[in-house]
């Protein structure tokens, strides 16, 4: 799913590109895209984009006559910025939006079409749709803390809550916690205040430096390669891979279809945190450190 840098400079390519703009054409091919009915997509078109935002994840223009195109990408959804006349024609191809100077193009990769939009008429539809994180780059420490313990979650849990923080995903919550040095798995309402100012610091610090590289990496054109996954990462999708900091293997935490990377030197002390799937096998030998860990993995290959 698009996070926080992504969405930025989603939000950036898009400006240079339809602010000011008038929607001239618009082709929905997905029965399952749009979500709302009043006002109906087919309204938004002679109107002007006035304006981008956010909310949380959600991508929104702002046109004249008071409505708001508001996107969801969800997890396997795209924008592409293609020339003018193009129209959806591939299975992954959701819709287009037609200005005098190209078309943008929603994608959605996958089967399960996850991706939505709603047309909204006025602030207060618009507000109806927000979760209502807390903008950290807008908030002083005090309100960060007292939304971080407002629940006993796990910061795993907490950090990428859309009703908790805003913007924050699975990918951007592992590195912030292994540039916080926090354990993901460590409760809300148990963290020192010390590693709360730690973490306040490292959220901020690791958005605005992703955000920085995909800008650079993107420059005057349009982001085309937007993913979770990236080489430079310290441990998200690095499973089994050397910690840029301390050499020692990314480590994992699989439940269901979610998984959270971490390193247990940096993190825990050198203690490996229970894998569901794995912890429901070796059961009472579940290893309680790396050097445990690897005398299993040489036992099982013995």
Known sequence: MPEYPDITIYIEALDRRVRGEVIERVIVKSPFLVRTFDPSIDDV??????????????????LEDDLFLVFHLMIAGRFRWRPRGKIPKGKIELATFEIATGTLLLTEAGTKKRASLHVVAGREALRDLDPGGLDLFACQYEEFRERLTLRNHTLRRALPDPHLFSGIGNADSDEILHRARLSPVLLTQKLANEQIKTLFAAIRSTLSEWTSRLRAEVGEGFPEKVTAFRPEMAVHGRYGKACPDCGAAVQRIVFASNETNYCAVCQNGGKLLADRALSRLLKKDWPRSLEELEEHRRELGS
């Open 45 to 62: 078109v002679g109107s002007r984009v006035l304006s981008l935002e956010t909310i949380g994840k959600r991508i929104v223009l702002g």
